[in-house]
């Protein structure tokens, strides 16, 4: 079969974040896949981060720089919490100059911290049910940990607001962040996995 966009197989919504989960996700989203065979499905880079939980285990999803294909079994439910931008790089204590591109279990970044994470969500075929246990357990590790770089939330929101027209994005960065041009680069890779530019 030829691949398709992800979300236009199955059953796909999102929702914004809301109570404690807030601070460091944006989105709550769920996909589930038809229970007949299912195409293979093309991710599109959009700058995001993603934790995901599918077949009983966490995961870590992107940033992606380029087109990804996945292959999900028939029926799979993925149920993703997408992190504010900067934030996720705080929450995970890794940089995301480290997971672009990237699949990985969160098991491989945290070891035992991820299973015990994992052991709090019992098995239950109700989805709704589902999704509840991992806001609440996901919210509880979130709440009052200080994981969104707040420059960088700054910066990130000065180019989503627009620059000046004609205006150079790294100079223009630069004055309102009151940063070298080096010290600007490691952090928006520290923080989005991204050069600025990447972003605008």
Request: proline share 8%.
């Amino acid at each position: 079969m030829e691949p398709v966009l992800a979300q236009t197989t199955g059953f796909f919504r999102e929702r914004p974040a809301a109570g404690r989960l807030a601070d460091a996700f944006s989105a709550v989203w769920v996909h589930r896949m038809d229970e007949r065979a299912v195409p293979p499905i093309v991710i599109t880079p959009d700058a995001t981060i993603d934790l995901q939980w599918i077949d009983g285990r966490f995961r870590i999803a992107g940033p992606d720089k380029e087109p990804q294909i996945e292959q999900p079994a028939a029926g799979v439910v993925i149920v993703g919490f997408r992190f504010r931008p900067g934030a996720a790089a705080g929450w995970l204590g890794v940089p995301a100059g480290e997971i672009v591109g990237g699949r990985l279990d969160l098991g491989e970044l945290w070891s035992t911290r991820s299973r015990e994470l994992s052991d709090r969500i019992r098995a239950t075929p109700n989805l709704a049910d589902l999704v509840r246990r991992l806001e609440e357990t996901i919210g509880a590790h979130t709440e009052g940990r200080a994981v969104l770089d707040p420059q960088m939330g700054r910066a990130f929101e000065v180019i989503h607001e627009g620059l000046p027209p004609e205006t150079p994005l790294v100079p223009f960065l630069q004055r309102q962040l009151h940063m070298s041009e080096r010290t600007l680069r490691r952090r928006f890779e520290d923080a989005f996995g991204y050069g600025p530019k990447t972003l605008d």
